[in-house]
DNA sequence: ACATACCTGACCAAAATGGTCAAGTTTAGA
DNA sequence: TCTAAACTTGACCATTTTGGTCAGGTATGT
């Protein structure tokens, strides 16, 4: 049960982002200097939080990206969707009648999974990038 | 963000055993045909849970495996820890100073991270395998 | 025109996952 | 005493996921 680093680098680096934003589009370079991310990698997370308009691109020299709602409208679990985390608990497939190992009923276990992924998910729900933005403010530069 | 089915099937396997030790040991054999994991995982599997002191087994013909606590007293943490399913949500060394990217100072999303895996954990202390057996009794055999 | 910075997709090594296989040892019961 | 059931141990392995790199683009401000 760990997070994978997609998900951690998206976060570190639109908070990034959500410091710099203010004046000029912030480029990836910057972000991958500043936060120790590869800069292809950003590029490739960058790519699906564009497709999921939480950022907007903007080309050419000077260029870079910019966020595209309020800090307080993007909440993680908006982020970790863009970027496919998903958080999995139960092994089985939802929809399905069937349970985990091809039962025909869900397995005696499949009920405390579904909680978990429900508690989980209801953080993720209730912090917003304005929330992470706050708790850092007395290191900001 | 996903479990293992290491984790999955310690608690399955569990919640099996609970079920049916009331008079005598119950067989991995048993256990695997019931649940549909095969003997052999099983067996790595309960090796750990032998080791922490979660099962007992009993050798020889007629053998098995019994809880060697009450199962109200068997909390989902103990299960977890004992698999090495362990909740691992921050990427530095928690004791260390350093931030991941081995940078001097903790990253911006460290606090995030921690708070999650707090909040995870107070979920796994919170059930124990007593409250899936009740969860479960009419689908009892 | 040219440097900056976004964009796209193929590719890949290493680690984790989810097991299997083989060869035991122990003990109840016929 | 013999044997089968069931625990015990440890090596082994294929597949998938992870966490990237690399090699090319394309758009645009100056
Ligand atoms: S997890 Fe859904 S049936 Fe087992
Ligand atoms: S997760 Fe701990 S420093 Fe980044």
Do not use: M
């Given at each position: 049960m760990k997070l994978t680093s997609k998900g951690r680098y998206a976060v570190m680096a639109l908070v990034d982002l959500?410091?710099?934003?203010?004046?000029?589009p912030v480029s990836l370079r910057d972000i991958s200097l500043r936060q120790g991310i590869s800069l292809?990698?950003?590029?490739?997370?960058?790519?699906?939080l564009k497709k999921n308009e939480i950022v907007k691109s903007i080309?050419?020299?000077?260029?870079?990206?910019?966020?595209?709602?309020?800090?307080n409208d993007i909440k993680?679990?908006?982020?970790?969707n863009a970027v496919d985390e998903k958080v999995k608990t139960?092994?089985?497939?939802?929809?399905?009648k069937k349970g985990c190992n091809g039962k025909a009923t869900k397995c005696v276990t499949h009920?405390?999974?579904?909680?978990?992924?429900?508690?989980?998910?209801?953080?993720f729900e209730n912090k917003s990038l304005k929330d992470l933005l706050?708790?850092?403010?007395?290191?900001r530069v």
């Open positions: 959500a410091r710099f934003d203010n004046i000029n292809d990698y950003l590029e490739q997370i960058f790519s699906k080309r050419g020299t000077q260029g870079g990206y910019v966020l595209n709602k309020n800090p993680l679990t908006n982020i970790f139960v092994q089985c497939k939802k929809e399905s009920n405390l999974w579904d909680e978990l992924e429900v508690h989980i998910n209801t953080f706050n708790n850092n403010k007395e290191t």
